[in-house]
T-cell receptor, first 123, second 111 residues
Framework: EVQLLESGGGLVQPGGSLRLSCVAS????????MSWVRQAPGKGLEWVSG????????YNADSVKGRFTISRDNAKNTLYLQMNSLRAEDTAVYYCAKDTDWGSGSYVGLDVWGQGTTVAVSS | QSVLTQAPSASGTPGQRVTISCSGS????????VYWYQQLPGTAPKLLIYRNNQRPSGVPDRFSGFKSGTSASLAISGLRSEDEADYYCAAWDDSLSGPVVFGGGTKLTVL
């Protein structure tokens, strides 16, 4: 069964840091681009970051550029999101998601999602 | 506000056909594929339509996607109570708004 399991969320003060992890199983992780998508309380979906299967191509939303870094360890089937300089507006449920496209990736078509991990930024 | 525009709500009765619209621009819908997601209350989003009109395995053929110019729509026929959910469109955006943009979502109520 194809699965994604996020962890690492929690309560952090403004300006603080947090690292999210997403462990994948049931598919050849290195063959697929992966993305992080977030959803603030009561709000819609916002795409955050995407990373190619080999880790050589990265995309980030303007709202997180310079603060968030996406990375992966294909030997461990794990995707990461390092979040620095956190702000109140970063409060959200963060989902990791697998791309539909084998290889280069679409970053828009996400066919497997984790259950999400909650990040709360507050003093 | 979102780069892709969706009506915040829609409704229909069981058995009815409803359409959810998504409006964009030449930099997103006009030049790239459109994707649709369904999010049931308290759950993660689910891919419903990819590449404008393709259904992933397991998605009923009651769900159909259409694209014309800089707009797209999702049609649900034979509406069921379990279709009550939030629906989001998404696309790649070639402008500074990108790279990936979502609509604000449409909450579908089955009356």
């Amino acid at each position: 069964e194809v699965q994604l399991l996020e962890s690492g969320g929690g309560l952090v003060q403004p300006g603080g840091s947090l690292r999210l992890s997403c462990v994948a199983s049931g598919f050849t992780f290195s063959n697929y681009a992966m993305s992080w998508v977030r959803q603030a309380p009561g709000k819609g979906l916002e795409w955050v970051s995407g990373l190619s299967g080999g880790g050589g191509t990265t995309y980030n939303a303007d709202s997180v550029k310079g603060r968030f870094t996406i990375s992966r360890d294909n030997a461990k089937n794990t995707l990461y999101l390092q979040m620095n300089s956190l702000r109140a507006e970063d409060t959200a449920v963060y989902y990791c998601a697998k791309d539909t496209d084998w290889g280069s990736g679409s970053y828009v078509g996400l066919d497997v999602w984790g259950q999400g991990t909650t990040v709360a930024v507050s003093s | 506000q979102s780069v892709l525009t969706q009506a915040p709500s829609a409704s229909g009765t069981p058995g009815q056909r409803v359409t959810i619209s998504c409006s964009g621009s030449s930099s997103n819908i006009g030049s790239n594929y459109v994707y649709w997601y369904q999010q049931l209350p308290g759950t993660a989003p689910k891919l419903l339509i990819y590449r404008n009109n393709q259904r992933p395995s397991g998605v009923p053929d009651r769900f159909s996607g259409f694209k014309s110019g800089t707009s797209a729509s999702l049609a649900i026929s034979g509406l069921r109570s379990e279709d009550e959910a939030d629906y989001y469109c998404a696309a790649w955006d070639d402008s500074l708004s990108g790279p990936v943009v979502f609509g604000g979502g449409t909450k579908l109520t089955v009356l």
